[in-house]
């Protein structure tokens, strides 16, 4: 006999794991499916390349213009609690400039008819902050304060973070492999393990969703893979897919959904925030290894016309990460330039270099089901991505570095594969994240941003997330009775 359940939710991240938890508390019948497995603050060690191999997603590239350009990385992990495991859990609200673009590229409205804004989303970023205990930290390091007056000299201002983190925070660095005390408030020990430990949630892990089981203009359930590899279904009066942004078009895309202008857009629109890492060689020991990265952030440039990006300083990546991705102005380091390089880690300080992109790129499928990225940066893109290349060097020099370096794009916020909005012709899934033409479908993570945020995206997933978690328990259609 199949199960059934009120409420599949497929995927445990920023999305996924608001959405099962809020249900969950709400007295909701709940399956929470996660393709990667269940590690726990008890697994979490400061060993870079077992966690990569445990609980990251395998490096996966989307070429620029076809490579021509280079590539952008794509970073995320694949575990219980998502990439809120290993993020640097920085909690920032989408800006008021953000809210119009939004509305410009997708019609998005609230709930007064109006275009969606603050009013639609404060009342869930005030639940889901106090749920993670967002606080300032100006607890820097030494890193930071070696910076700051650089960024004093360019007349910039390096302000505190607001994080998602409590004091058990040792400041170890060991962000990207999991918070090894706890401290660091991911949707695994926020939002899934109260209600998982008290029978109140089900949660199974290492269960890769194959496809939503659509029938009749219906979502009625999902197959999936056990951990022995034997398919499964499992029925749902609604089913919500968070598997990510690259993960959830891919789902979609592999249920057969009717065809119309909405499902044609799946895919479509992926945002990459793009970043890069630029370090400066210092005469004295920084440890910018050892901090909570990310410990500070300028926003001078935050909106497009002030340069369109946002600099958050300190961090520096674990070692093979550093070794393997080092360049400068002749190229990838490499020989005893690397070498020298590597050998005076302890010396270096990161900065990120987030990028305000307009999501020109694509997730797809090939015809032996492989998934396909592809990224395209206009002249606007590039000019900012240049731009934010040039300021992060100059603050690094004008506080004393005596070499610069940085690395390649990467992108670990990448949004907007189902946009979320009110045009039908524009959006993947309306104003309350439903699938357009699929009953009981709902999208729960940062594919249903409608245009890339110009600040770290988590935080802003969440409260989309409470938000649908609140529409789904209201049950304004009936799926659940």
């Not at 100006?138 to 910076?147: C, G, H, I, L, N």
């Not at 961090?315 to 990460?321: A, C, E, G, K, V």
């Not at 990225?373 to 240049?386: Q, V, W």
């Not at 709902?442 to 938000?467: E, F, K, Q």
């Amino acid at each position: 006999m199949t199960e059934r359940f009120d409420v599949v939710v497929v995927g445990s991240g920023a999305g996924g794991g608001v959405v099962a938890g809020e249900l969950a508390d709400r007295g909701r019948k709940v399956l929470l499916l996660e393709a990667g497995p269940h590690r726990t603050a008890a697994d979490f060690t400061r060993w870079e390349a077992k966690a990569n191999h445990d609980f990251w997603w395998p490096l996966r590239f989307a070429p620029i213009d076809g490579g021509a350009r280079g590539l952008v990385a794509l970073l995320a992990a694949r575990c219980v609690g998502g990439t809120t495991t290993i993020n640097t859990k920085v909690a920032l609200r989408v800006a008021e400039h953000d809210y119009a673009k939004w509305h410009e590229a997708s019609g998005l409205v609230g709930s007064g008819g109006t275009p969606f804004g603050a009013s639609d989303l404060d009342p869930h970023y005030d639940r889901v902050e106090r749920r993670l205990g967002v606080r300032v930290r100006s607890d820097w390091r030494k890193s930071v304060y070696t910076v700051e007056p650089g960024f004093r000299a360019l007349g910039s201002h390096l302000e505190p973070v607001h994080a998602y983190t409590d004091a058990n925070c040792m400041s170890c660095g060991s962000c990207l492999q999991g918070c090894p005390t706890n401290a660091g408030k991911s949707t695994m020990n926020t939002y899934i393990h109260d209600a998982w430990a008290t029978g109140r949630l089900e949660l199974r892990a290492e269960a890769p969703v194959q496809r939503v089981v659509v029938e009749d203009g219906e979502a009625r359930g999902v197959e999936y893979a056990d951990r022995d590899g034997t398919l499964r279904r499992v029925d749902a009066g609604a089913v919500v897919v968070a598997a990510g942004t690259l993960n959830t078009p891919q789902l979609l895309m592999r249920s057969e959904l009717p065809d119309s202008p909405s499902t044609r857009l799946i895919g479509r629109n992926l945002g990459f925030h793009p970043v890069r890492l630029v370090y400066g060689l210092f005469d004295e020991p920084q440890d910018a290894h050892m901090v909570y990265p990310i410990s500070a952030h300028a926003m001078d440039h935050q909106r497009d016309e002030d340069g369109g990006f946002v600099v958050e300083a300190t961090t520096i990546q674990d070692p093979i990460s550093f070794a393997t991705t080092l360049e400068d102005e002749n190229g990838p380091l490499w020989g005893q330039p690397l070498v020298d390089a590597v050998r005076k880690f302890r010396r270096w300080v990161g900065l990120l270099a987030m990028v305000n992109d307009e999501n020109n790129g694509t997730v797809s499928v090939d015809e032996d089901g492989g998934e396909v990225f592809a990224a395209a940066f206009n002249e606007r893109e590039t000019a900012r991505l240049d731009a934010a290349l040039a300021f992060s060097r100059d603050v690094l020099e004008a506080a004393g570095a005596t070499q610069v370096c940085w690395t390649g794009i990467a992108s670990t916020h990448v949004q907007g594969t189902c946009r979320m909005g009110s045009d039908p012709e524009r959006s993947v899934v309306d104003a309350d994240a439903r699938v357009r033409g699929v009953d009981r479908l709902y999208v729960g993570d940062g594919s249903v941003v409608p245009r890339t945020m110009s600040v770290n995206p988590s935080l802003t997933i969440m409260a989309l997330a409470s938000r649908l978690a609140e529409h789904l328990d209201a049950d304004p259609h009936g799926y659940l009775a």
